[in-house]
Nanobody
């Protein structure tokens, strides 16, 4: 059974930083393209950033310059570094994996940006 477990969320002041982690188990992590999504209250889930199995990383325009996605295949882990956090970054952040038609989601980790 494939499992994705996120961690690293919490309460952060505006302007602060967070690094989220997502550990995969039950599968060969290196074959998956990985992504981070977020869902704010009352809004649809949206993409934040991705990293392919070839280690090509991108972030969406709304967080570009503040977002870094990396992976460590030896640890079966993908990371999301978010800097200069804003209150509008408050959301549940989800890890996603995809290999052709195989897709999995983590349970999410709450990030709250507030003073």
């Amino acid at each position: 059974q494939v499992q994705l477990v996120e961690s690293g969320g919490g309460l952060v002041q505006p302007g602060g930083s967070l690094r989220l982690s997502c550990v995969a188990s039950g599968t060969v992590f290196s074959i998956y393209d990985m992504g981070w999504y977020r869902q704010a209250p009352g809004k649809q889930r949206e993409l934040v950033g991705t990293i392919t199995r070839a280690n090509v990383a991108t972030c969406v325009d709304s967080v570009k310059g503040r977002c870094t996605v990396t992976r460590d295949n030896a640890k079966s882990t993908v990371y999301l570094q978010m800097d200069s956090l804003k209150p509008e970054d408050t959301a549940v952040y989800y890890c996603h994996s995809k290999y052709f038609r195989l897709e999995y989601w983590g349970q999410g980790t709450q990030v709250t940006v507030s003073s």
